[in-house]
């Protein structure tokens, strides 16, 4: 059986590194007896950068924050013939924002998964809180080592209990003889206290310190050893500012002969032979937010007397008397507590006997063991990837239609362009693009639902429309939130996307006002037509003139504008066509699935084959390049995707997963073919959570959505354009879910 590994790994200075290092050995020595013979490797993080020399295990390396390696990693461990693999997830070890990195990898990954969980946090931000619950449904089973751990699991990210697996932290089988370590350490003649592991401001070393003077005047003979590095993290944003000040409080406490700063990340061997010299082992933490401490389970599985804050992990494993435990920077009560237990050995030794007999039920051997069963039980079980299937259309799954964000950003003018999170920014103003999203969107809602909100917004995104036009029919784009304009004339594309708009309600309007003004807009912007340039500018007008024909068959001469606007379009395409490239560009950039659609649109007026073959043509060309492994793909705009070169990841934006929705609708409706629905839907998904990242868009509090995935993960803004995406994305599922009934009902008959 083969296993792959995924976490830090020594020489890197990391406690996550040393947990997959212990559990890497634990798992693959001792085949004896056991049914399978076990081999595995490791996939290492490596953070900054920095170059290590790795061990023979590791055959693949990850750098932190370059999101490429992620996906090479999850190539080569599907083709290495692992039968599963085992992440260890600390926030701080993966790149991105919350360490959203490694949600790609995971989904890629075709063997089952096992995460041990090191952090899990009870106030999780938004971001932190949707990365873990990624992650655990992505999982197998799901190692903690704490019963607290499962408490938060369930309660707080609604992780099914039958998931969630307890093993404790292993401890390394090492000992040595307390005398012949105290000598080494020239500690003989002396009462040792101990606190190691990465130095941080929230470690509470100088609580302990606060205590000392007192009980050196006590027990003379009392040393504190305070024995690791400064955390690399601190080092690089904050130096050795925490231990200088914790030098500075032992100079001015006159405590220079009673604590030692040995700064240096060492071996497990020398770690235990300093815990073997010691008398106390003290973890003076500053809040209860730890949910595992490997430094801690070190300490009690060598036999040591702790005591300890009660935070989370400390509570649970200094129970039953093998520890004590002192309240949060409380100086004093460990003062008393360290008095009590210098001036009484045969308790000390008490509760070093209890810490030890619980030590032996945790050693590595014994937690590899454990993991080893799991394995075997998952694999047994055939617990292996879901099998990715067709999507159907599950409405069940849907949140519920709600205008509450787009009623947040709506004033008297307008909507509001930006948000700030969830809230309105009204620093930025409105914009044309954005008002005749939103007037397309509540005209869609009204026509199907009879959303009488809906009905009641239209007036105010279509009254912007009207002030925004100029004499000559073209728009000025921007406005201010205190109504000055911003420019003279908008970009062809709010030009195109607002002639959208107006092609809706003509073919949909609600009331005779309504349609009336419309058509006065639409009508004074259509001498402009044929001046367009911009292609999105072009396809977005065919189809606001396709929706007016619909409703107006016999205007021949808009009709001829459709036609020529079409064949512009078409002109582009046989301009960049090559076998390998079906498209209207050198490049996929932006809104991509607005030109097919437009085509699909215009033959469904014009009846035209050729219009037809290149709508599908191209359609197909950009599913092949974002349809992919049953979930959308959108083409990144941090650089796009060139004819030559490599796509972009990233930035996703959702005005592209809206036009891939739209484009698929489109074509069931020409065609029937219920593969267009499933890829309509797929690609709906893409703002709940089945994209790369896999995280949701949507936000379930807000009911807005989110601006799109950058670089370091969700760009939590959920403004204008990103919502009214998901709204009409929503509002053509569930057209295409009647649609598609209607039509399984007049097949049957």
């Not at 582009?572 to 209207?584: R, V």
Request: aromatic fraction near 12%; proline fraction near 4%.
């Amino acid at each position: 059986m083969k296993l792959a590994f995924i976490g830090t790994y020594p020489p890197r200075e990391c406690g996550i590194g040393t947990f997959t290092n212990n559990l890497f050995k634990s798992m693959l020595g001792n085949n004896g007896g056991r049914r399978n013979s076990y081999e595995g490797f490791i996939v290492a993080l490596s953070d900054n950068n920095i170059v290590y020399e790795y061990p023979q295990e590791v055959k693949h390396i990850i750098r932190q924050e370059q999101q490429g390696d992620y996906l090479k990693a999850v190539r080569f461990i599907n083709l290495s013939g692992a039968d599963l693999c085992i992440l260890e997830h600390e926030f701080g070890i993966f790149g991105g924002q919350s360490g959203v990195y490694i949600l790609p990898l995971l989904h890629r990954l075709e063997i089952p998964l096992i995460v041990t969980l090191h952090t899990i946090l009870k106030a999780p931000s938004y971001n932190e809180k949707a990365v873990l619950q990624e992650i655990c449904k992505m999982a197998s089973k799901i190692v903690v080592m704490s019963h607290k751990a499962i408490d938060f699991l369930v309660g707080i990210y609604k992780v099914p209990k039958n998931k969630i697996i307890f093993i404790e932290h292993g401890v390394p089988d090492i000992h040595f003889n307390r005398e012949k370590s105290r000598n080494e350490f020239k500690l003989e003649s002396k009462k040792v206290l101990l606190t190691f592991g990465f130095i941080g401001r929230n470690k509470g070393i100088e609580t302990v310190i606060n205590a000392m003077p007192k009980v050196v005047a006590k027990h003379p003979e009392v040393v504190y050893i305070v024995l690791g590095k400064t955390h690399p993290n601190v080092l690089r944003h904050s130096g050795e500012e925490y231990r200088i000040f914790l030098m500075r409080l032992v100079k001015n406490l006159h405590l220079e002969k009673h604590v030692i700063f040995l700064n240096e990340f060492i071996d497990e061997p020398d770690l235990f032979k300093y815990l073997s010299a010691s008398d106390i082992y003290i973890t003076p933490y500053l809040n209860e937010s730890q949910i595992t401490s490997g430094t801690l389970s070190y300490a009690v599985g060598v036999g040591s007397a702790v005591i300890s804050t009660p935070y989370w992990h400390a509570e649970e494993l200094l129970a039953d008397g093998r520890g004590r435990l002192f309240n949060f920077n409380d100086a004093v009560q460990l003062t008393n507590t360290l008095i009590e237990l210098l001036d009484n050995p045969e308790e000390l030794n008490k509760i070093k006997i209890k810490a030890y007999d619980y030590g032996r039920k945790i050693t590595w051997p014994k937690t590899g063991e454990k993991y080893v069963a799991l394995t075997e039980d998952i694999l047994e079980e055939g617990q292996n990837i879901v099998e990715k299937k067709d999507t159907d259309l599950d409405l069940l799954i849907l949140p519920p239609f709600s205008l509450t964000h787009i009623n947040r950003l709506t004033d008297d003018t307008g909507i509001i362009q930006h948000a700030k999170f969830g809230i309105p920014n009204l620093k930025e103003g409105y914009c044309l693009d954005d008002n005749a999203r939103a007037l397309l969107m509540v005209l869609m809602a009204y026509r199907q639902m009879k959303d009488m909100r809906a009905l009641e917004l239209s007036p105010v995104y279509l009254s912007y429309i009207h002030y925004m036009q100029n004499p000559d029919g073209t728009f000025r784009n921007f406005l201010s939130f205190s109504r000055n304009f911003l420019d003279e004339v908008g970009s062809e594309d709010s030009f195109g996307r607002t002639i959208w708009a107006l092609g809706y309600l003509l073919g949909n309007a609600p009331n005779d006002a309504y349609y009336q003004t419309g058509r006065l807009v639409f009508f004074n912007a259509s001498p402009n037509f044929e001046k367009l340039k911009s292609i999105r500018s072009i396809a977005n007008t065919i189809i606001g003139i396709s929706y007016y024909l619909k409703s107006n068959p016999s205007d021949d001469s808009m009709t001829e504008r459709l036609r020529n606007l079409a064949h512009k379009l078409i002109k582009h395409y046989y301009d960049n066509e090559s076998p390998d490239w079906k498209w209207f560009e050198s490049l996929l950039a932006y809104d991509n699935g607005i030109l097919p659609l437009a085509l699909l649109h215009s033959s469904e007026i014009l009846n035209d084959r050729n219009i037809t073959e290149i709508a599908i043509n191209s359609m197909n060309f950009l599913t092949k390049h974002t349809l992919k492994d049953n979930y959308l793909s959108i083409i990144g705009n941090e650089k796009w995707f060139t004819k030559e070169g490599e796509r972009s990841i990233f930035a996703q934006q959702p005005i592209d997963a809206m036009a891939m929705v739209l484009m698929y609708h489109q074509a069931f409706h020409l065609t029937k073919d219920k593969d267009y629905l499933n890829k309509l839907y797929t690609s709906f998904l893409w703002f709940l959570g089945e994209n790369d990242l896999r995280m949701s868009l949507y936000d379930f509090e807000t009911k807005g959505c989110c601006d799109g995935f950058e670089s370091y993960g969700v760009n939590r803004n959920q403004g204008a354009e990103s919502s009214l995406a998901y709204l009409i994305s929503h509002l053509i599922v569930l057209q295409a879910y009647e649609e598609f009934h209607e039509h399984d009902i007049k097949t049957e008959y």
